[in-house]
């Protein structure tokens, strides 16, 4: 495993059966991620893409193949390591933003933050966090006073306030306008860029591919090619 990497998938894949038919989601994937990359993992549905994030935040277990993350072969970890590198190794927004509906947005971040800080101020630090992406002012409102953009917000917010190493977004605009989609992914770029944090965000939106470092586009559960964004775009930018 290269010194930089903090992901690497060597012959990663996995089938799954219904019924009598074998699907092959992943095929045989060899991937390296180096430390603080945002990735964008580009393809169609059934590329492959929720399959290779679920593997990498321990969702799922590979059918065969190792996959290493920060040096240790996660495919191998029992049930509690894996629980417990979820909690500490990494950040997870997904498309719906799945926040607890009977929170209030600061207490949505603050139960994050109970998972790992057993003392301190968590009502304030879960405010400065929200005051961070523009949202100090709506840390009482619930998610269903919130705009869909502010809940997506709100589970960024959640998603890194342990600082995770490693974020892992699936198809985190898929249900916002483009402003919103907008605001959401200068978000991601700002944290990613902050504090280094390692990025890997599935879509299957060509547009938002450029403010990857590298956009890998996936097919048929394999890797078609790789392009390498030497300037990424800042997601202010985009349009679709």
């Known amino acids: 495993m290269k010194e930089k990497a903090i992901v690497e998938c060597q012959g990663l894949s996995r089938q799954y059966q219904m019924g009598e038919v074998t699907v092959k989601a992943l095929r045989h994937l060899d991937l390296q991620i180096e430390k603080g990359e945002l990735i964008v993992l580009l393809g169609p549905s059934g590329s492959g893409k929720t399959t290779t994030l679920n593997l990498i935040g321990g969702l799922d277990r590979p059918s065969s193949g190792q996959l290493f993350v920060d040096g240790q072969d996660i495919a191998q970890f029992d049930d509690s390591r894996l629980t417990a590198y979820r909690r500490n190794k990494v950040g997870l927004i997904f498309q719906f933003f799945n926040l607890i509906p009977s929170l209030t947005a600061s207490e949505n971040v603050e139960f994050a933050l109970a998972l790992t ?14 005051g961070l992406v523009g949202l100090k002012d709506r840390a009482t409102h619930f998610p269903s006073q919130l705009s869909g953009g502010e809940q997506q917000r709100v589970a960024i917010v959640r998603a890194l306030a342990n600082q995770p190493p490693l974020l892992l977004c699936d198809e985190p605009t898929g249900n916002l306008d483009v402003g919103s989609g907008r605001r959401v992914l200068g978000v991601i770029q700002d944290f990613q860029r902050r504090n280094k944090t390692t990025v890997l965000l599935i879509t299957h939106n060509t547009a938002i591919a450029p403010i990857g470092d590298r956009v890998i586009h996936l097919r048929d559960g394999q890797i078609d090619h790789i392009e390498v964004n030497l300037e990424p775009q800042p997601a202010e930018v985009l349009t679709w």
């Open 117 to 130: 800080k057993k003392n301190g101020q968590l009502e304030e630090e879960a405010v400065d966090l929200l």
